[in-house]
């Protein structure tokens, strides 16, 4: 059984960091992308940033380039989203998702098979 698992949000104020992780378990992590995804109230989820877990590529969307950096640890099954300079607007669920490689719209919902549970992020002024 496929299971994600995303935590590490919490309040914030702005300017500030966080690191959330998304620990995988029932597929082999080398084959997969994680990516990360956010919806706040009254929006859609969107895509927030991906990466390859076979070969370490990343993509991010332009609203959090330059701030967040996403990585894995294959040996560890667990992805990361380190968030910096945090802003009013990023505030929402964070999910992760999982699907096997190739990925071929890596910021997109439907690109993703597999989700787990959100964990909120709320950035104060």
């Known amino acids: 059984e496929v299971q994600l698992q995303a935590f590490g949000g919490g309040l914030v104020q702005a300017g500030g960091s966080l690191r959330l992780s998304c620990t995988a378990s029932g597929f082999f992590f080398d084959d997969y992308a994680i990516g990360w995804f956010r919806q706040a109230p009254g929006k859609e989820r969107e895509g927030v940033s991906c990466?390859?877990?076979?070969?370490?590529?990343?993509e991010y969307a332009d609203s959090v380039k330059g701030r967040f950096t996403i990585s894995s640890d294959n040996a560890k099954n667990t992805a990361y989203l380190q968030m910096n300079s945090l802003k009013l607007e990023d505030t929402a669920v964070y999910y992760c998702?999982?699907?096997?490689?190739?990925?071929?719209?890596?910021?997109?919902?439907?690109?993703?098979?597999?989700w787990g549970k959100g964990t909120q992020v709320t950035v104060s002024s």
């Open positions: 990466i390859r877990n076979s070969d370490k590529t990343t």
């Open positions: 998702a999982a699907v096997n490689l190739p990925v071929e719209d890596p910021l997109e919902v439907y690109g993703f098979d597999y």
